[in-house]
């Protein structure tokens, strides 16, 4: 006799199984996810300000990036008049209206440039918060950038 196949008993078995390692796993996932929202938004700040920091040398000229609370989004944006403020022309942006993971907050508002050196034309902090902390990107004199957890 060709018996293939599995028995309803090792089915029932295996969904069972399934179900307690799905039980086990999904609170751990939901904690996680929060804070892996929190660390993704405050990366790509960061990789932007590092963009910023790279075409400011690449174009000899000021980059800013100004950031807003009220809309939860940053501008990067070339600046050639170093005044901070976007306008149209002589600026032209690179990035706009980049927006963070979902319940992501940027907490402070603050403009950021870089100068055709490199270095930080402004400096400044931008803290990025969420139900599960918040982390700070920092920017000082020398261009350097920074992520901490607060």
């Known amino acids: 006799m060709n018996n293939k196949g599995f028995t309803l008993a090792e089915v029932l078995v295996t969904i069972g199984i399934l179900g307690i390692m799905a039980a086990i796993s999904i609170p751990s996932y939901i904690s996680w996810l929060p ?9 790509q700040i960061y ?22 609370t009220a809309n ?7 600046d050639p008049d170093s005044n901070g403020i976007y306008a149209s022309p002589p ?13 992501v907050k940027i907490s402070n508002t603050t403009t950021i440039a870089f100068n055709n050196r490199g270095m930080a034309a402004s400096i400044g902090n931008v803290n990025v ?6 982390m700070r990107i920092s920017v000082i004199t020398t261009g350097n950038i920074s992520i901490s957890t607060l």
Do not use: W
């Open 47 to 68: 990789d932007d300000l590092n963009l910023a920091k790279m075409e400011a040398v690449r174009r000899n000229t000021n980059i800013c990036i100004t950031f807003s």
């Open 35 to 43: 804070r892996h929202r929190l660390q993704t938004s405050a990366r």
């Open 91 to 103: 600026d032209t942006i690179l990035k706009d209206n980049v927006a963070l993971e979902n319940s």
């Open 72 to 78: 939860n989004n940053y501008r990067v944006f070339v």
């Open 129 to 134: 918060t969420n139900p599960t902390g918040t």
